[in-house]
């Protein structure tokens, strides 16, 4: 007598088949990251940033925007500065240019005076005043990247900081210390000191400044702060973009702004002495940096400035100086 397959056993199969079958098209897909936007990058490596502030005129280190009063006349800011402190909300700028291996993100600190609390002359003052940072992004694969490093303004001088763990080594450039993370808004992120008055920036150093008055500045993506005083420890800065329609990059050729390339004008001190991010310049690194790199063309600097690069590409996929 010849085998019989049971009706039951060629339901059940084809119950399992089809089973399996549903099971391989609802099975979760591997995640993919949609693209970050330029705001959501500048905010998840915008730095916890120091501010000293000095007690002779605390509110003159306050950080804002350029056209804090209400116009982008630069010449009206020194003296505009103290008429209403509620106007000093505090801003930074940024700007992103990309490469297919990294992300550059600079930042941009605004104040109305570079100061000194004794009488100067006009030698050591100068009306406007803008330093900043410019960190250095590997793109890993992930939705924001990996920080590798950190290159700061103070004054005419670039310094060079990696976190813990970093591939990057130094090159033309000596690595000038720790790039120190701390932790807000979810992420761990670099951190910033800027000196009162002359406002150049470093690293931050690790200290709690006690006794010490600071202005302790985290990023926001919409909401400025005013500090309530000269050691407020928790004021949130907003992060303006540098490429924004009516925005600082868009009046790189206002005459009322800046009184050349790069170049804010001022008349308090100094004449037109301080510059924008694409005006500044470390005064030793001769002829094969020019000015403005830092924000311009970052992996030019980098390449430099860094040794032990791994994949490194300096062709840009977006520059919004140059494109």
Do not use: C
């Amino acid at each position: 007598m010849k085998n019989q397959i049971k009706p039951w056993r060629v339901l059940t199969a084809a119950a399992l088949a089809l089973t399996l079958g549903l099971g391989a098209l609802t099975a979760p897909a591997a995640p993919v990251h949609a693209a970050a936007s330029d705001l959501d990058l500048a905010y998840r490596w915008a730095p916890v940033h120091y501010q000293d502030t000095d007690s002779t005129d605390y509110d003159a280190d306050y950080i804002t925007a350029v056209n804090y009063d209400g116009d982008w006349n630069t010449l009206n800011n020194w003296d505009n500065q103290d008429d209403s402190l509620s106007r000093l909300q505090a801003k930074a700028y940024f700007s992103v240019t990309e490469t297919s291996s990294h992300w550059y993100i600079v930042y941009s600190f605004y104040h109305p005076r570079d100061w000194v609390d004794y009488p100067d002359f006009g030698l050591d003052t100068h009306e406007n005043d803008m330093e900043g940072a410019m960190m250095i992004v590997r793109k890993d694969g992930s939705a924001y990247g990996k920080f590798e490093g950190m290159v700061t303004v103070f004054h005419n001088d670039f310094y060079s900081y990696t976190p813990s763990g970093s591939p990057l080594t130094g090159a033309q450039e000596t690595i000038d210390g720790t790039a120190r993370l701390a932790s807000y808004g979810g992420y761990s992120r670099p951190t910033t000191f800027q000196e009162a008055k002359g406002h150049g920036i470093k690293a931050w150093d690790g200290s709690d400044y006690a006794g010490t008055d600071v202005v302790v500045y985290y990023p926001s993506k919409d909401t400025a702060e005013v500090p309530s005083g000269g050691n407020d420890r928790e004021v949130k800065y907003q992060l303006v973009d540098t490429f924004a329609a009516n925005g600082l990059w868009a009046h790189r050729s206002d005459t009322q702004t800046f009184a050349s390339w790069g170049t804010f004008r001022g008349d308090d001190g100094r004449d037109n002495a301080a510059n924008a991010a694409w005006g500044w310049d470390d005064s030793n690194d001769g002829d094969a940096l020019q000015r403005g790199l830092l924000a311009t063309d970052p992996a030019k600097l980098v390449s430099v400035y860094f040794g032990n690069l791994g994949t490194f590409s300096r062709t840009y996929t977006r520059n919004g100086y140059t494109q």
